[in-house]
């Protein structure tokens, strides 16, 4: 099934050359392109994509245009595509329900890897800021006792799983259970560690657990 994209970039060259990675395999269409956080919202709202990739900071913000497309539900996903690196940034693109937030150095490659898991419902944020996100997280939640301590022995299997990158399905088959089941079991885990989505358990994993994981 093709998995239908939005993009918007205010730098004609690279969002050409993007559009072209990204259609390169037949895997994505994009639908719709645009250069500023209004086209992008606009496009949103045309077609409905499975997918919303935009710049960080183009005209009128990456994240201004991900908040209103979040909260609208006019895509199933959205994912950030930048050079900032910047702990705000990050922080501020996850509060704003981005699921993907990958740098510009990405390969082709793994620029469709990384889409196709973030429009199929995993998250993922660039492995060289995730102890940066994880700093940013301890900080304001170092006065709160560990939630990971209240999970269950199977969402303590589950978790371990995310923290070592499977996706539902992988989980579901080496556990043995269904798909479904992993996922009501995920929601409850966020919701336990208080975390947005699986990137954060996954970091809050790996800090508690460290090398067990």
């Keep these: ?3 239908k994209v939005i993009l918007a970039d205010d730098h004609p060259i690279f969002r050409d050359g993007l559009v072209a990675s990204i259609e390169e395999t037949g895997e994505f269409e994009v639908a719709g392109v645009g250069e500023t956080a209004a086209d992008a919202i606009r496009l949103a709202e045309e077609h409905r994509p499975d997918l919303a990739l935009l710049d960080l900071s183009m005209p009128g913000g990456g994240i201004s245009a991900a908040k209103t497309i979040v909260r609208a539900g006019t895509a199933k996903h959205v994912a950030m595509l930048t050079v900032s690196e910047e702990d705000g940034d990050v922080m501020e693109a996850l509060n704003a329900g981005v699921a993907g937030y990958l740098l510009k150095g990405v390969s082709a ?85 208080h975390a947005r989505n699986r990137v954060e358990a996954a970091i809050i994993a790996h800090e508690a657990w460290r090398d067990q994981v």
Excluded at 162 to 168: C, D, E, H, I, M
Excluded at 178 to 189: C, F, G, L, N, S
């Design 109 to 193: 490659d793994e620029l469709r890897r990384i889409l196709k898991r973030v429009a199929s419902g995993e998250a993922h944020i660039t492995p060289s800021l995730a102890a940066q996100v994880l700093k940013l997280m301890q900080a304001a939640k170092s006065a709160e006792p560990n939630p990971i301590d209240t999970l269950s022995k199977r969402e303590e299997d589950i978790l371990r799983r995310v923290a070592r990158g499977l996706s539902n399905r992988e989980i579901a088959t080496e556990l043995k259970l269904q798909e479904k089941t992993v996922k009501h079991y995920m929601t409850e885990i966020l919701s336990k560690l």
């Design 1 to 3: 099934m093709t998995i």
